[in-house]
């Protein structure tokens, strides 16, 4: 049953930014500590970006430290990632996911995540 639903990937340029979004499919995550993870062809899946319950706090894998932006909106019951001067290495299917509500820690092990979105590819030309 798929729970998160992300939408924006699709073709950037070099350098250019993306916006991804991600929404519940069936609950509410307002009170879930949301993270953006991504997967290229070959590699294991990466953290990217997490963020508390209340938005307070954010945590950034570091190769994407300083050029991405991780924020939700709880009213909206949405969660959204943007990056910055993207290069061909950011090329990944992007996923959103979410911990039990339980567990108020950002975390960057994909396994300590729950609830995943089918996810969205991003491609960054060169």
């Known amino acids: 049953q798929v729970r998160l639903v992300e939408s924006g990937g699709g073709l950037v340029e070099t350098g250019g930014s993306l916006s991804l979004a991600c929404a519940p499919s069936v609950q509410s995550f307002t009170m879930n500590v949301m993270g953006w993870f991504r997967q290229a062809p070959g590699k294991e899946r990466q953290f990217v970006a997490g963020i508390n319950p209340n938005g307070y706090i954010t945590y950034y894998g570091d190769s994407v430290r300083g050029r991405a932006t991780i924020s939700r909106d709880n009213a909206k019951n949405m969660v959204y990632l943007q990056m910055y001067s993207l290069n061909p290495e950011d090329t990944a299917v992007y996923y959103c996911?979410?911990?039990?509500?339980?567990?108020?820690?950002?975390?960057?092990?994909?396994?300590?995540?729950?609830?995943w979105g089918q996810g969205t590819q991003v491609t960054v030309s060169s």
């Open positions: 996911a979410a911990r039990r509500a339980r567990f108020n820690d950002i975390t960057t092990d994909s396994d300590t995540y729950t609830y």
